[in-house]
Nanobody, 121 residues
């Protein structure tokens, strides 16, 4: 019913920047929180940043001051601008969206497919 298509990611040197985008489409009535998470090999997925429909943001301490989350509600798209990247930011990044679909009675959480971000030292 809802698809999240992620773009961006790739290989960058330490200190560089990358921008991730995640566009939601489908039977969407409204989107509440959108967010970015990352997963290291063998580890659980962890929160990177979230943004509400009203624009309130929340960041993991490890990315505060370096990463910026934003969203375009008209395009159902969330972005993650990553600056001053460090080798420890290397991970698979996922986006998510908490959505109310047409005809749905509750909020549902959807995930994008994930993209590799590699930061070389």
């Amino acid at each position: 019913q809802v698809q999240l298509v992620l773009s961006g990611g790739g290989l960058v040197q330490a200190g560089g920047s990358l921008r991730l985008s995640c566009a939601a489409s489908g039977s969407i009535l409204s989107i509440f929180t959108m967010g970015w998470h990352r997963q290291y090999p063998g580890k659980q997925r962890e929160l990177v940043a979230t943004v509400t429909s009203g624009g309130s943001t929340n960041y993991a301490d490890s990315v505060k001051g370096r990463f910026t989350i934003s969203r375009d509600n008209a395009k159902n798209t969330v972005y993650l601008q990553m600056n001053s990247l460090k080798p420890e930011d290397t991970a698979v990044y996922y986006c998510n969206a908490v959505v109310r679909v047409y005809g749905g009675r509750s909020l549902e959480n959807y995930w994008g497919q994930g993209t590799q971000v590699t930061v070389s030292s």
